[in-house]
T-cell receptor, first 108, second 114 residues
Framework: KNEVEQSPQNLTAQEGEFITINCSYSVGISALHWLQQHPGGGIVSLFMLSSGKKKHGRLIATINIQEKHSSLHITASHPRDSAVYICAVMEYGNKLVFGAGTILRVKS | KAGVTQTPRYLIKTRGQQVTLSCSPISGHRSVSWYQQTPGQGLQFLFEYFSETQRNKGNFPGRFSGRQFSNSRSEMNVSTLELGDSALYLC?????????????FGEGSRLTVL
């Protein structure tokens, strides 16, 4: 079993839909990152969380430390949100472990 | 403010050769971390440097090494290249360490081993 599990693996949505991507992990962590990767490889950090909830524009990230679970929400999705979304957890011992990613396609 | 710069962006090597990749962090950032991305294994942590010291290392063989200079620029080296080393190599910089600061990624160096 992978230490970091993301679901779904693939997601297709219509423009305007509310989107949720989930991340579950099995180890103790000090922080969790949500990353966005567009075709061509460039990665952008969206959020770094250690507790609670953060919001940036149409993006919201939450984390429940007790349940070892985090969610990334996108409100009013747009085709430019199409990308791979990656969850990464910082294990105690400072090792960053990545999920396999969720491929999101938003159709207009 | 300039972003994280990785060079070269693309390179082709043959088995047995060695390669050196460079990463220039954002000015003022003292931490540089390196990652390997392949279609089969996804993203994997290689190592992190902070103030010229290696803080952490992932589960990679000794053929993978790195260093950081006093100006925070970092290099990673892969010796005796194998076909499986073909990958996108990404570096990221942060003001603090990996677990205290937001990560800023470079565009990556795409290595093909023939």
């Amino acid at each position: 079993k992978n230490e970091v599990e993301q679901s779904p693996q693939n997601l297709t949505a219509q423009e305007g839909e509310f989107i949720t991507i989930n991340c579950s992990y099995s180890v103790g962590i000090s922080a969790l990152h949500w990353l966005q990767q567009h075709p061509g490889g460039g990665i952008v950090s969206l959020f770094m969380l250690s507790s609670g909830k953060k919001k940036h524009g149409r993006l919201i990230a939450t984390i429940n430390i007790q349940e070892k679970h985090s969610s990334l929400h996108i409100t009013a999705s747009h085709p430019r949100d199409s990308a791979v979304y990656i969850c990464a957890v910082m294990e105690y011992g400072n090792k960053l472990v990545f999920g396999a990613g969720t491929i999101l396609r938003v159709k207009s | 403010k300039a972003g994280v710069t990785q060079t070269p962006r693309y390179l082709i090597k043959t088995r047995g050769q060695q390669v050196t990749l460079s990463c220039s962090p954002i000015s003022g950032h003292r931490s540089v971390s390196w990652y390997q991305q392949t279609p089969g294994q996804g993203l994997q942590f290689l190592f992190e440097y902070f103030s010229e010291t290696q803080r952490n290392k992932g589960n990679f063989p000794g053929r993978f090494s790195g260093r950081q200079f006093s100006n925070s620029r970092s290099e990673m080296n892969v010796s005796t290249l194998e076909l499986g080393d073909s990958a996108l190599y990404l570096c990221a910089s942060s003001q603090g360490t990996q677990n205290t600061g937001e990560l800023f990624f470079g565009e990556g160096s795409r290595l093909t081993v023939l």
